[in-house]
């Protein structure tokens, strides 16, 4: 009788696996006409020369756009600064991140509201962080001068987005300004999740409050800095809106880095076949990166 | 001992103070910006306070006269093309990332781990690297330039991050409720609409103000594939205020507050959805 009804139970419905398939296939069937063929036909065009102006004549070059660019010492300028925007934006925003996120563990007055007053600046759209920062930088009006001017700092207003030096470096603050929020929920919440009994026991055996930092809460933290600084170092050789918007890779190519390099080849002098070789070479360091870090730090967390 | 304490308690108060104004300066002075008057604008130094109000900059953008420039004649498209466009987007997603992610967090079938690994190595990919054979198909299908075309993009980039998360949210609750509901006669997607889809709000909510958040934040694909106020976004539009030999910095920072509102008003409002949507997403990616 039992086997009965479970016999018409699964008759009348369909099975598991096709049901599960029947549900998956709408993501599936957009991911690959949206994401993955897009993908091939990069990877495909990045050894043909293409130009948007001669559409139809598309010959296949091999290697050429890839060797082209190793030969091209705007290329590797533009690498170099990425992995200076990187470097320097990433470590701002991991120190900052962390010293605010204990800071606003210690349970202070106004540490609540603080929590969650910083998460405007992560909510603020990317491009109004330009222009505002833009603005607060500009050379004849700016807050910036204007502050430094009444502190006596400067005795004149300077062209702070004009210089190479000071615009790469500007505009990695807005970054930083823009995006140690982030950072400090993703601190917050590993933070919350430590054990307490442990640092109980630390502090009954007389460790002072460095030596519990450094011995229990570091090394407790690595898998949320293995996160912030795969997650943020993806997202910074991505960067592109803030400086289109701020310095539009100028001056002098200053801020020009690879996403934005890799915009005015494609679309300033319609070079598609060597724009999707620089799109893949982007696609290639992201990934690298990441291999790199999780192996890095994945020895770190297993001493543990 | 009790002295070295208070000092350092001074010291952690202190901290906190910079921190705030670190938070609030810049965004008070792009408020301020919005509604001083171009004398005390372009003053030197700036008045941190202005002595004058005004409300001129507001009124361009809500009722364009003729002389009014171009950025602020069409922001008020651009700010309906963007809720239209990121609010479409972000249904779409989660009712199709809900649904696969439900298949893959509790549905046992063959694949499931292969699909699941390569649905997340989409999220690693740079967006570029689809950008240029978008362009050509959206070309060839006329989809340039239309609200449409973004809406296709950007619901397809948040669906594997709506599948991430969701599938941490269906995968805490416990599989006797649905258990219960099946034997009791319910159809599988009964089952799904009824139990799972109740108790997975929160979820839902978090996954849905985040996808919308990075929708209205998105630039890259916009500036290249939009150029009309018929699918322009607000992005696109504020980097407009710059002229070619000018900025008019005072329209372009109230165009700068308006595109803020909303995120920053989602953001407060679900504070504690957010920062577990992020925290699941981030920690486990």
Known sequence: ?304 | MFNQRKFIRVLLYLAMILVAIAIFAPFYWLIISSISPTSELLSRPPSWFPKHVTFDNYINIFFPKTGVAGAARIFMYTIRNSVIIAGFGTMISLALGSLAAYALARLVFPMRKQIIISILATRMLPAISTLIPLYIIMTKLNLIDTKIGLIILYFTFSIPYVIWIMMGFFGTIPSELEDAARIDGCSRMGSFFKIIIPLSVPGLIATGVIAFMLAWDEFFFALILTNTPNAKTVPVAITEFAGRHLIDYGSMCTGGVLASIPPVLLALIFYRFIVRGLTEGAVKG
């Open chain 1, 1 to 304: 009788m039992l086997l009965l009804f479970c016999k018409k139970l699964r008759f009348r419905e369909i099975s598991e696996s096709r049901f599960a398939y029947l549900i998956i296939l709408p993501s599936v069937v957009i991911l690959l006409g949206v994401i993955f063929y897009p993908i091939i036909y990069t990877f495909y065009l990045s050894f043909h020369k293409m130009f948007l102006t001669q559409p139809g004549i598309v010959p296949f070059i091999g290697l050429k756009n890839y060797i082209d660019f190793f030969r091209s010492s705007s290329f590797w300028n533009a690498i170099l600064r990425t992995a200076y925007f990187a470097f320097l934006s990433v470590g701002m925003e991991l120190i900052l991140g962390l010293g605010i996120a204990l800071l606003l563990n210690q349970g202070l007055a106004g540490s609540k509201f603080l929590r969650i007053a910083i998460m405007i600046p992560w909510a603020i759209p990317t491009v109004v962080i330009g222009i505002m920062w833009k603005w607060i930088y500009d050379a004849n009006y700016g807050a910036l001068n204007g502050l430094l001017f009444s502190l006596g700092i400067i005795s004149k207003y300077q062209a702070w987005l004009a210089r190479p030096f000071t615009a790469m470096n500007l505009v990695i603050i807005a970054d930083v300004w823009h995006m140690t929020p982030f950072v400090v929920l993703i601190f917050l919440a590993s933070i919350a999740g430590l054990p307490k009994s442990v640092y109980e026991a630390a502090r009954v055996d007389g460790a002072s409050g460095w030596e519990c930092f450094k011995n229990i809460t570091l090394p407790l933290l690595t898998p949320a800095i293995l996160v912030v600084l795969i997650f943020r170092t993806v997202e910074t050789f991505k960067v592109f809106d803030i400086i289109y918007v701020m310095t539009g890779g100028g001056p002098a190519n200053a801020t020009q880095v690879i996403n934005y390099y890799t915009y005015l080849e494609t679309f300033s002098y319609l070079h598609f076949g060597r724009g999707s070789a620089l799109s893949f070479i982007i696609s290639a360091i992201v990934l690298v990166t990441a291999l790199i870090y999780i192996k890095f730090l994945k020895k770190e967390i297993e001493y543990i």
